[in-house]
């Protein structure tokens, strides 16, 4: 798969999730076999005013590419700016018109730039004049189930010089509820020339071969799907050569954990990462035994080592319990 000049190893993308893919996430998932991955959004007029927050967000390493970098706005010039500002930390610049988030529509960014067509031409428009690196964007199907325009914006941004066009089923009013829809995804693919990339449930390895075959779609975008489980990368790019891939058990689940601690604590430090790395040890432990008392434990631990000691201790006996 290509997206403007960019080559990739694979058509598997992983999605921009807020809070969640951070630098040792990403540097996780690339060791499961996903080549581009994206940022978490960045907004736009943080950026320019060099907010220490969103300089954060940027934070990667060498290994750390092929990476997107995505961008929320409203204002073309700003948008415009912000993507000449980071056009170095990344191969690729995203444009996010799908965030349903109240604060973010608010300001007129994510889904709400969905509602004004003749600003979406003029954001894209901006933003392709001042980069020249490939550029994205990201949509949801519309506002709500009666603006569904999702084959109008995305024929005004390949018109107006984006690269590759990421679809998540969904309208903005259903936020995460309900199935994506992937009859949207295949519409899409059909309206443009441009490389269309589907979001939304996939799952299993199942899912994304099924998502490929139903919409035609070029590439395919995991999310919430790889929470605690890098192995769905891996399990569809074994699906596809043939290859078998079982399950992880607990002593893959501990060395990927171990891994993540090791990353987190490298790049944020341990005070973060207690804090930070609870719910991703919720999601790796999910289906092991004893998982809701482990969750229950480490939300009340208080340092670090201890937070350490208790996935050690956990994941181990879950080790002994499939041994014994
Ligand atoms: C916690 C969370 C954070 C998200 N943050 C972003 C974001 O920053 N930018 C974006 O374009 N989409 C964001 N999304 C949407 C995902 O990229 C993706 O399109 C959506 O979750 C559907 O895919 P999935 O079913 O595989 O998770 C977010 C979704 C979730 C659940």
New binding site residues.
């Given amino acids: 798969m290509q997206i403007g000049c960019l080559p990739l190893k694979n058509n598997i993308l992983l999605?921009?999730?807020?809070?969640?893919t951070d630098l040792p996430y990403r540097l996780i998932m690339r060791r499961y076999g996903i080549d581009l991955t994206f940022t978490?959004?960045i907004s736009a007029n943080g950026l320019v005013r060099a907010g220490r927050n969103t300089e954060a967000l940027l934070l990667s390493t060498a290994e750390d590419h092929p990476l997107g970098v995505?961008l929320f706005g409203d204002d073309p010039q700003v948008l415009a700016r912000a993507a000449a500002q980071v056009e170095d930390r990344g191969e690729l610049i995203d444009l996010?018109l799908?965030?349903p988030v109240k604060k973010v529509v608010r300001s007129g960014a994510g889904s709400a730039l969905l509602q004004d067509p003749a600003k979406v031409a003029q954001v894209v428009a901006a933003v392709r004049r001042a980069t020249s690196r490939p550029l994205t964007v990201?949509l949801r199907s519309g506002w709500d189930s009666s603006s569904i325009n999702y084959l109008e914006i995305g024929r005004i941004a390949e018109a107006e010089g984006a690269d590759a066009l990421t679809l998540?089923p969904r309208t903005r009013s259903q936020a995460?509820s309900g199935r994506?829809d992937w009859s949207h995804i295949k519409k899409l693919k059909n309206a443009v020339t441009v490389p269309v990339i589907g979001?939304?449930?996939?799952v299993r390895a199942e899912d994304a071969e099924a998502m490929l075959a139903e919409t035609g779609c070029d590439g395919i975008?995991?999310?919430?799907?790889c929470y605690g489980n890098p192995w769905l990368i891996s399990s569809i790019l074994a699906r596809r050569e043939g290859r078998p891939c079982p399950a992880p058990d607990p002593l893959q689940r501990l060395e990927a954990v171990r891994c993540h601690f090791e990353l987190f604590v490298r790049h944020f430090g341990e005070q973060k990462a207690l804090f930070d790395m609870r719910k991703h040890l919720c999601w790796y432990s999910r289906g092991l035994p004893k998982a809701a008392a482990f969750r229950t434990l480490i939300n009340a631990t208080r340092s670090f080592a201890e937070l350490q000691q208790a996935t050690e201790d956990f994941f181990l006996a879950a080790i002994d319990s499939v041994e014994t």
């Fill in positions: 999605a921009p999730l807020a809070g969640i978490e959004m995505q996010n799908g965030c990201k998540h995460f994506a979001s939304g449930d996939i975008m995991l999310g919430r799907g």
